[in-house]
């Protein structure tokens, strides 16, 4: 099994910056990738960054020049830098890691519990 615990949610205003971080723990050698979605009241959770195991990144294309994905593996930490925040950044953001699991399959996917960025106008 794997473990995700974030932090560095949290209220700030338009224009302003935050770092989320999600520390891994358990099988992580059975680590596929790891990934940000969100998921704002009212709408489905939304897939907004991932990093593989050999570092290949994707962004959603919303915020693409806002958001940095990165991951320091001696800390077991997967990072989301966002800048130039806007009021619809709001949501719960989940860290999510796709992951081999004997029980399940190659391709299982575990989730933390979330933190909310509230981002105001």
């Known amino acids: 099994q794997v473990q995700l615990l974030e932090s560095g949610g949290g209220l700030v205003q338009a224009g302003g910056s935050l770092r989320l971080s999600c520390a891994f723990s358990?099988?992580?050698?059975?680590?596929?990738?790891l990934a940000w979605y969100r998921q704002a009241p009212e709408n489905s959770r939304e897939l907004v960054a991932s990093?593989?195991?050999?570092?290949?990144?994707n962004l959603k294309d919303s915020v693409k020049g806002r958001f940095t994905i990165s991951r320091d593996n001696a800390k077991n930490t997967v990072y989301l830098q966002m800048n130039s925040l806007k009021p619809e950044d709001t949501a719960v953001y989940i860290c999510?890691?796709?992951?081999?699991?004997?029980?399940?399959?190659?391709?299982?996917?575990?989730w933390g519990q979330g933190t909310q960025v509230t981002v105001s106008s």
């Open positions: 358990g099988m992580i050698s059975s680590i596929n990738a």
């Open positions: 999510n890691a796709n992951a081999y699991s004997d029980l399940f399959g190659p391709d299982y996917d575990y």
């Open positions: 990093i593989t195991h050999a570092g290949t990144t």
